[in-house]
T-cell receptor
Framework: GENVEQHPSTLSVQEGDSAVIKCTYS??????FPWYKQELGKGPQLIID?????GEKKDQRIAVTLNKTAKHFSLHITETQPEDSAVYFC?????????????FGRGTSLIVHP | NAGVTQTPKFQVLKTGQSMTLQCAQD?????MYWYRQDPGMGLRLIYY???????DKGEVPNGYNVSRLNKREFSLRLESAAPSQTSVYFC??????????FGPGTRLTVT
C-alpha cells in the first residue's frame, strides 16, 4: 500500500518568513495530492491540491510543487502570518480499483511568531 | 449548505459501554469515511463507504462497526468501548472532484 512521510513534524517561523513542508510517497500510481490545514479544535480543511499532470500550483500565498520522478511534493507558504499557525497534513491518493482512499502524512505543526 | 455534520461533539464513556457516532452530509457525495486522529499519528481510516449500500474496512477497523443508512448518513458504532478508543473521530465525504470534506469531529474519552 501507499506510504506517506511528512517532514518536519514541527516548524517554527517568524511572521513574514516563508515555510516549506515536504512529503514523500511510495506508490507511483498515486495521482492526486491534497494539502489540509487543521486549526485547533476543528476538522481538516482542504487548502490546495495538485494532480500528477501538473508540476506546480499557486493560490495567493500558498503553492504546491510536485516531483513525480522523485515522488515528493511540497507546500510553500510565503509571507507567513500568525493566522497560518495550524497543523498541516499532506495526502496521496491513487484511484486503482475505483476506490478513493487517501493516505495521510502524520502532520506538521506550524507556529508563526508575531 | 451545512457540509458534513457530526454528533455528538463530545462524549465520555465507561469501558464496556456502547455508542453510535452520527455523520451526515448534504453535498450529494457518494463516498463517506470515518477516521480517528491520535497525537502524532495523523488520520487513520477506520471504515469507508464508496457508495450507498457498500462498506469496507480501512486501516484500523477492529472494535468498530459502520452503517451507511442512506446516501446522506454514515454512522460509526462502538459496541464495547475500550480506553484505546479514546480519540478524536472525523467523518468525511468525497464528491466527483476528489476533494474530501471533513466534519468538525467528535472527541471521545473512554475511562
Amino acid at each position: 500500500g501507499e506510504n506517506v512521510e511528512q517532514h518536519p513534524s514541527t516548524l517554527s517561523v517568524q511572521e513574514g518568513d516563508s515555510a516549506v513542508i515536504k512529503c514523500t510517497y511510495s506508490d507511483s500510481a498515486s495521482n492526486y495530492f491534497p494539502w489540509y490545514k487543521q486549526e485547533l479544535g476543528k476538522g481538516p480543511q482542504l487548502i490546495i491540491d495538485i494532480r500528477s499532470n501538473v508540476g506546480e500550483k499557486k493560490d495567493q500565498r500558498i503553492a504546491v510543487t510536485l516531483n513525480k520522478t522523485a515522488k515528493h511534493f511540497s507546500l510553500h507558504i510565503t509571507e507567513t502570518q500568525p493566522e497560518d499557525s495550524a497543523v498541516y497534513f499532506c495526502a496521496a491518493i491513487g484511484q486503482g480499483g475505483g476506490s478513493y482512499i487517501p493516505t495521510f502524512g502524520r502532520g506538521t505543526s506550524l507556529i508563526v511568531h508575531p | 449548505n451545512a457540509g458534513v455534520t457530526q454528533t455528538p461533539k463530545f462524549q465520555v464513556l465507561k469501558t464496556g459501554q456502547s455508542m453510535t457516532l452520527q455523520c451526515a452530509q448534504d453535498m450529494n457525495h457518494n463516498s463517506m469515511y470515518w477516521y480517528r486522529q491520535d497525537p502524532g499519528m495523523g488520520l487513520r481510516l477506520i471504515y469507508y463507504s464508496a457508495s450507498e449500500g457498500t462498506t469496507d474496512k480501512g486501516e484500523v477497523p477492529n472494535g468498530y462497526n459502520v452503517s451507511r443508512l442512506n446516501k446522506r448518513e454514515f454512522s460509526l458504532r462502538l459496541e464495547s468501548a475500550a480506553p484505546s478508543q479514546t480519540s478524536v473521530y472525523f467523518c468525511a465525504s468525497t464528491g466527483r472532484g476528489d476533494e474530501q470534506y471533513f466534519g468538525p469531529g467528535t472527541r471521545l474519552t473512554v475511562t
